[in-house]
């Protein structure tokens, strides 16, 4: 993975969202100041962020919106759709699994894998629930860029171990255990606590 | 909120979650370079992090994992709990009311609101989805820190100003709007499709 800060790739997520919004709107041009005002940054940070990538902007013109669009639409590797699956078909696996976010976006969920006989068959929205074991056989037969791990903590290696033996360079995991993974895997741990202790802190330090 | 980088915060929490696991293991002290290794960054960082906070590690011996845990369980304001409330009873909400890690860290979800009367009345792990319109009366009555908006983007802003307006400083928000709010109150945003983008991003840039 380049050594580029997951905050950078956060932000440059978000002025795409902006961006989108304000080609929407019809507009043309967009300054780093509307940019910043609007992503909760400085004016400095946004250039900053997009001169990383070559430069965009033209001295008091600001960004062209569409230009700036596309360009970052390829930045986050956003020209393509992704094929991702679920393994772990819990109460998060499940809200996942239907989350039409991730379509928009293009990470299509095409397949949710869980270990329990009672949940294995159950149909979500066109999905069905597949048995894990059958994980090694799909995987070698259907192309996957992405996995989402919402297993139990204990489970969560194991799955993941297997999914990197077939193939998969890219983990989203909602396991709370910190995974063990090859270099060349890229992993991004969301954990819901840790979001809320980000309040917590803000509530204690008010 | 005190302008410490949310950054920081978050590999705070990570620290927390570590020297739980070694307090677990009988564990009296433990280094800036283990530290560092299991939370994927460097000892220089873990110093720098905890240094901010006050002077905690002996040269040559470490930091003391009973002390450094009270500590930074301190600093994270978790040294009480939080009472919770979900507005927005859809698949994500409902994973939310029902996730376990939440009451692990303090922070209990009490109530749980939407404005579908197909689903006001439900019951969920002995929460009963109740009518948004009581927002206000049972905020008025019980006192609430944080609330977690799940609803529709088009309802978003309303619901927040009507919660801000109800007294709630500390807003996790899943739905993908920016929310405009006063300085006093503290709010992350949580956006699924955002944390695939940085695995995307990984992806393109190998």
């Known amino acids: 993975m380049r050594k580029i800060a997951e905050s950078t790739v956060r932000r440059l997520s978000l002025y795409l969202r902006l961006l989108e919004e304000f080609g929407g709107q019809g507009k043309e041009t967009v300054s780093s100041e509307v940019l910043a005002t609007r992503a909760g940054t400085t004016s400095a940070q946004v250039r900053k962020d997009l001169s990383f ?108 171990d297997r999914l990197v033996r077939s193939g998969i360079r890219a983990i989203l995991n909602f396991a709370p255990v910190q995974l063990v993974l090859p270099r060349d895997v890229a992993v991004k741990n969301v954990n819901m606590a840790l979001e809320l202790e980000t309040l917590s802190y803000a509530l204690r330090h008010r």
């Open 53 to 160: 990538f070559g430069s965009f902007g033209k001295r008091g013109l600001g960004y062209s919106v569409p230009e700036l669009t596309v360009r970052l639409r390829d930045i986050l590797g956003l020209k393509r759709s992704y094929q991702v699956l679920v393994v772990g078909a819990g109460k998060i696996g499940s809200a996942l699994a239907q989350y039409r976010g991730f379509a928009e976006r293009g990470f299509r969920v095409t397949a949710v894998y869980d270990a329990d006989p009672g949940k294995v068959g159950l149909r979500w929205n066109g999905l069905v629930v597949r048995d894990v074991r059958q994980l090694e056989q799909d995987l070698a037969r259907d192309h996957m860029d992405i996995a989402i791990v919402s297993t139990p903590p204990n489970a969560a290696q194991e799955v993941t």
